[in-house]
């Protein structure tokens, strides 16, 4: 049981450095800390689930909810998808981007640089997946790939942003329409 709860212990710490280090680095670097250390996304994802199974909703469910609301007909993109869980939850098209394959349905990339045709999803999806210190970048390639009137979901933790209002009047910059919050 200690050993246990040591383990534990380490991977919780592990987790919370590998976290600090994607936050304050480019999308192009973290791509390049899992490229040369493979283990440390297993263990980061490892660790989010752990954070995630302690909050009350984990916010995945409710774009699962509202994309089964919606036509199948949508095509979405879920940039930082990690395990798959909307492709794997929708009938809709589902492009899942990230830095490391959990699963087979994952394109290996960076946020920044999706391999996708501009105007070509109805829906981009960032669900506790923005990270990096170029968000400007990856939400500009995020409203690259949107068609016109396509819609943007973003679900992260308020303490991601030192001011909600400000990230809000940001993406209104990049021509985003804040339709509920």
Not at 143 to 150: H, M
Request: a positive charge; glycine letters at 4%; charged letters at 25%.
């Amino acid at each position: 049981a200690l050993r246990a709860r040591m383990e534990e212990r380490l991977l919780s710490a592990r987790f919370r450095y590998i976290n600090e280090q994607l936050y304050a680095s480019t999308s192009r670097e973290a791509a390049r800390l899992f490229q040369s250390d493979p283990e440390a996304f297993e263990i980061y994802h490892r660790g989010f689930a752990q954070q995630v199974g302690r909050w009350p909703e984990n916010p995945v469910n409710r774009i699962i909810r509202y994309l089964r609301r919606r036509p199948a007909s949508l095509v979405v993109a879920d940039f930082g998808c990690g395990d798959c869980k909307i492709a794997s939850s929708v009938r809709n098209k589902v492009h899942s981007f990230d830095l490391v394959p959990l699963s087979p349905l994952v394109t290996v990339c960076d946020m920044a640089k999706v391999p996708l045709v501009a105007e070509s999803v109805d829906v981009a999806v960032f669900c506790l997946a923005l990270m990096g210190t170029n968000l400007q970048e990856i939400l500009e390639e995020a409203n690259r790939v949107l068609k016109q009137g396509g819609t943007l979901m973003v679900a992260e933790v308020a303490s991601r942003f030192e001011d909600t209002r400000a990230f809000v009047n940001a993406m209104a910059q990049l021509g985003f329409k804040s339709v509920s919050k």
